[in-house]
T-cell receptor, first 114, second 116 residues
Framework: AQSVAQPEDQVNVAEGNPLTVKCTYS??????LFWYVQYPNRGLQFLLK??????LVKGSYGFEAEFNKSQTSFHLKKPSALVSDSALYFC????????????FGKGTHLIIQP | DTEVTQTPKHLVMGMTNKKSLKCEQH?????MYWYKQKAKKPPELMFV???????INESVPSRFSPECPNSSLLNLHLHALQPEDSALYLC???????????????FGSGTRLTVV
């Protein structure tokens, strides 16, 4: 079974500063990890995923995530935040074990202040 | 077409009503999913269809009844719902069972359901 945890309910960052949204995982086996973003009253938009390979994964809209096996983390990062990045961010793991689909973390509200 | 389309966008229904939510995709995806998302909570998986067959039902009450008439269409039939069923219902698709791992999952914008 796989699960993810997002320790922060909200993250505040000034526009132009780097941002980090944290995610840790707990898995039995290989981790399959995703980041999605949700704007108000909208569905989920895919940002990036880690299956295997390079620990630094590059995704949409300038986001990237670093897979760290020793710390069991998969933090989302962006070098320079935009006000339009303000949204709800979900880390997710592939459910696995014959159960197709995703299991989501509780979500982190990212607020970029002008 | 790279979208998952959900209709209606908003629905208000009484506890004795019968209504249906519709989800459509034309990407040739063979796996489709229903998720339920309560306010300020993460989405929770309800149903998974693979090749038009129900493969996973995550212990969802029988007042929710899914249907997959063809590979492009997924319905969720609603009957005798409770106010606590009010939520955003999200549909998603992937290329095939377990292919979401490799190719990702595409989500629709959801139907905002209010049960009164």
């Amino acid at each position: 079974a796989q699960s993810v945890a997002q320790p922060e309910d909200q993250v505040n960052v000034a526009e132009g500063n780097p941002l980090t949204v944290k995610c840790t995982y707990s898995v039995s086996g290989n981790p399959y990890l995703f980041w999605y973003v949700q704007y108000p009253n909208r569905g989920l938009q895919f940002l990036l995923k880690y299956i295997t390979g390079d620990n630094l994964v590059k995704g949409s809209y300038g986001f990237e995530a670093e897979f760290n096996k020793s710390q069991t983390s998969f933090h989302l990062k962006k070098p320079s935040a935009l006000v339009s990045d303000s949204a709800l961010y979900f880390c997710a793991s592939y459910s696995g074990g014959g159960a197709d689909g995703l299991t989501f973390g509780k979500g982190t509200h990212l607020i970029i202040q002008p | 077409d790279t979208e998952v389309t959900q209709t209606p966008k908003h629905l208000v229904m009484g506890m004795t009503n019968k209504k249906s939510l519709k989800c459509e995709q034309h990407m040739g995806h063979r796996a489709m999913y229903w998720y339920k998302q309560k306010a300020k909570k993460p989405p929770e998986l309800m149903f998974v269809y693979s090749y038009e067959k129900l493969s996973i039902n995550e212990s969802v009450p029988s007042r929710f009844s899914p249907e997959c008439p063809n590979s492009s269409l997924l319905n969720l039939h609603l009957h005798a719902l409770q106010p606590e069923d009010s939520a955003l219902y999200l549909c998603a698709s992937s290329q095939g069972p377990d292919e979401g791992l490799n190719y990702g999952y595409t989500f629709g914008s959801g139907t905002r359901l209010t049960v009164v």
